[in-house]
């Protein structure tokens, strides 16, 4: 009896020690856990406050984001440029379509009523066949001024709306960008012809007694529309890289646009 009351002493002594170390264990790691959830709370906090926030994704600078959105945009001119430099690229296009010039609206309504019709609708193919010949000379004006193009601050444009960098480039390249551009329309517009097309038209509807002489400035028209049909294309690529990674064909794009999801 006095043997078995020293076991069950030894016994309770033992898991008294054993139940001290456990609960021991157990507060270090409590105390270990609320560390880690404490560091993390004040990573999330700097990160709310300076922008930045840790993820798997490695951490961007600046440059590379301007690189990025720099990139973007040079892939998408080559894909807007090489859609709308196909055949009906912009004519049969309702988005980029050229239509009669506004300016003029008075004398097609004229030349209507007076059986122009098939002329008038030769003309206007006349437009953006001259505007998809002029786009296969397109990517080469745009690159350079996106390459030229001097950005700031990208991750302003980079967390901006879907088409934030093609509004970026229209602002700042626009005017230089029509200027290097007008050649090549001009070009363009020669290859195809459109001043045969429209001469009869013009002809026509300045002998009328009465009517304001009509001579729009076709080149400076088939300019800026062209330029702006395309720049609807680029921000449709754009806002498709920046949703889709399969649109991210570089490991630059990727790191750029994959660090928003």
Known sequence: MKYLSILVTIFALNTSGLMAQTLNDIWNQTKEAAKEEGKKLEEQAVGAVTGNTTSTTPALTNDEVIKGLKEALTVGTNNSSAVAAKLDGFNKNPKIYIPWPAE????????????????????????????????????????????????????????????????????????????????????????????????????????LPGVKKQNPDLNAYVTGKAINGLMLLIADEEAKIRKDPVAQVTDLLKKVFGSKK
């Open 104 to 207: 003029a609206q008075a004398m097609k309504d004229k030349l209507m009523k007076m059986g122009f019709q098939k002329k008038i609708a030769d003309f206007e193919t006349s437009l953006n066949r001259a505007a998809e010949e002029a786009a296969k000379k397109a990517s080469p004006v745009f690159v350079d001024a996106i390459t030229g193009m001097s950005i700031s601050d990208g991750f302003a444009i980079l967390k901006g709306n879907d088409t934030a960098a093609t509004h970026y480039l229209r602002q700042q390249t626009y005017a230089p960008l029509k200027e290097k551009f007008t050649p090549v329309v001009k070009e363009a517009i020669a290859k195809v012809n459109v001043t045969a097309y429209w001469k009869p038209l013009v002809t026509a509807y300045n002998k």
